[in-house]
């Protein structure tokens, strides 16, 4: 499968169109960033981890009957995959109180919440990707309710099997961000799940082994995403 003409680059990933109009290349980089892009710098063969993570996770998921985007692995920075039509709306799953939750509401960071949360999120850098309810992506066209009720029963059985499969791991999935879209009339989960949409903490000491390494400066980053590889690939 070739690569023919660049659709689109983003802060992690090129997104090429290929000699087939229904598929697409993935092509996934080294670049990281954070703050919606007010923070930027790479990552050591970021790209190679995070292909090789998301693409064990979607063959998983597949097997479990969640409806991926993901074709095949083409080689260490390329995924080939659905062409989706994106629906602008980020969809955040969190088991364990961090980030923009401890600081909107006061939690207490590594405080396990009672019930899994999922919110919403624009989809939109120059906004800052706010938090938003179903009125709003119902009445900014991005999706009908029966679709974002979609969105939001795949959210919760996907954190369900990785929520179990990362313990097997020793892998604490404390949140992630979804990203979903349409194809042939129907939804698929699409973007990456990897270190760089989800927050993962060692199950037994706690550190972290995720993109706030980056953003917090905590150092050891390409440490922390090699071993989440490692963990992902080794069984």
């Known amino acids: 499968m070739n690569k023919v003409t660049m659709l689109h680059e983003g802060k992690a990933k090129k997104v090429w169109q290929t000699d087939d109009p229904d598929l697409i290349i993935q092509e996934f980089k080294d670049d990281a960033t954070a703050f919606n892009n007010k923070k930027k710098g790479s990552i050591a063969d970021k790209g190679v981890t995070n292909n090789a993570i998301a693409s064990r996770l979607f063959t998983m998921l ?4 969640i409806p991926t985007h993901f074709v095949s692995k083409l080689n260490d920075r390329d995924m080939l995959c659905k062409k989706l039509d994106i629906i602008m709306v980020e969809v955040v799953t969190r088991n364990v109180a961090a980030g923009s939750l401890v600081r909107r509401y006061g939690f207490t960071e590594g405080a396990v919440l009672k019930q899994p949360i999922v919110e919403l999120y624009l989809k939109d850098d120059d906004l800052d990707d706010p938090l938003m309810n179903e009125a709003h992506a119902v009445e900014l066209g991005l999706a009908t309710h029966e679709e974002l009720a979609l969105l939001k029963e795949l959210a919760e059985k996907i954190n369900s099997l990785l929520v179990a499969w990362f313990a097997e791991r020793k892998l604490r999935l404390v949140d992630f961000k979804l990203e979903f879209g349409r194809h042939k009339g129907e939804i698929f989960l699409g973007d990456e799940i990897s270190p760089d949409t989800c927050r993962f ?7 972290k082994l995720d993109k706030d390494r980056f ?7 390409e440490d922390a995403y090699s071993e989440v590889k490692k963990r992902v690939l080794e069984q």
Do not use: I, M
């Open 215 to 221: 953003r917090l400066d905590l150092g050891g980053v």
């Open 201 to 207: 903490w060692d199950a037994e000491s706690g550190e």
């Open 62 to 65: 597949g097997e479990n009957g």
